[in-house]
């Protein structure tokens, strides 16, 4: 393997985290019939975040290595959990496929605000095509579609939008605050730990019954949502962060949003696969790619403001 490739064990690596993340989606819909969202979603945080506290004691990593950063994880935290009440909640008034798609936007308008907030991260041509085309597949999801939403879908496809939009809030401030501060796995633990408690709250106030029923598909289910996604899942991607060049692995992301329409809508859930979703997740994963080509030619447009240096 030379300089600067990835070898086949860490491709097939990362084609595994994106099957893993892409499936998340039908897992948490079919987990939705024997408990409700919001406290799924507050229980999914409690058992990672334990999870990663004992992983982290065992390796004498502090939680807080620096003064000031209770604050930074304290945001960080409400946003993440204000993100996931959105997925939890919209999931099910919508279809999963459209979900995925919806909140998969996330990186192209972090790549559009950090064009304007982070130094050294210009919006550059083949981004700003990007971007183009990953709006056009998204608009693809709405025009001619006025009488599904009108029946009900809308709520669930604004709460997605939300939540991508509340991903790249996340991203952008750890962005800002935490780099160099903390490292990847402390912040995924304030993510985590943090958001516990507004999750909950959430549940107490607008949920009369959090659990409807016990299985053992529910339990496999949880313990997929839990360990296998929320909690094992990100430290894989964060060693591969610790031993290769981000930009290398963040090409191979664009599989997410291609196997969570096939394996979470169309596998799991028997979503129907019209041509206007496959145009939609064409023109959103060729967005995606181009969003995160390096280089490039810089687009037009006013130079970023300075500031510092997301872990998802």
């Not at 992983?55 to 946003?79: I, K, Q, T």
């Not at 798609?101 to 304007?116: D, E, I, K, R, S």
């Not at 750890?174 to 999750?199: D, E, H, M």
Request: glycine share 12%; proline share 5%.
């Amino acid at each position: 393997m030379r300089p600067g490739q990835l070898g086949w064990g860490t491709i097939g690596l990362l084609l595994l985290l994106s099957l893993l993340w892409g499936a998340n989606m039908g897992a948490i819909k079919l987990a939705s019939q024997e408990m409700s969202p919001l406290f799924m979603a507050g229980l999914r945080s409690a058992v990672a975040s334990l999870c990663l506290w004992v992983w982290m004691r065992r390796r004498g990593l502090a939680v807080f290595p620096a003064p000031g950063l209770f604050w930074h994880g304290l945001v960080v935290g409400l946003l993440f959990g204000g993100e996931f009440a959105c997925i939890y909640v919209g999931i099910n008034h919508t279809l999963a496929s459209r979900t995925v798609l919806l909140v998969y936007t996330a990186p192209f308008f972090v790549a559009l605000g950090a064009h304007w907030w982070i130094a050294g991260d210009r919006l550059v041509t083949a981004k700003a095509l990007g971007l183009l085309l990953a709006f056009a597949g998204v608009g693809l999801l709405f025009v001619g579609q006025w009488e599904v939403l009108l029946g009900g879908q809308l709520l669930g496809d604004s709460l997605s939008l939300l939540a991508g939009v509340l991903w790249v809030a996340t991203t952008l401030y750890i962005k800002l605050f935490l780099v160099g501060k903390a490292r990847p796995v402390q912040v995924l633990f304030y993510q985590l730990a943090f958001s516990i408690p507004f999750l909950f709250a959430c549940s107490l106030i607008w949920e009369t019954q959090p659990v409807r029923g016990l299985s053992w598909p529910l339990a496999a289910n949880l313990f997929y949502q839990c360990i296998i996604v929320a909690f094992l899942s990100f430290l894989w991607w964060f060693r591969l962060v610790d031993r290769h060049p981000i930009s290398l692995l963040h090409g191979f992301t664009f599989f997410t949003p291609i196997l969570g329409v096939f394996i979470s809508g169309v596998l799991l859930l028997g979503e129907p696969l019209t041509w206007r979703l496959v145009s939609a997740l064409v023109l959103v994963s060729l967005g995606m790619v181009l969003v995160n080509r390096p280089g490039g030619v810089p687009a037009a447009g006013p130079v970023p403001r300075a500031g510092h240096k997301r872990v998802e």
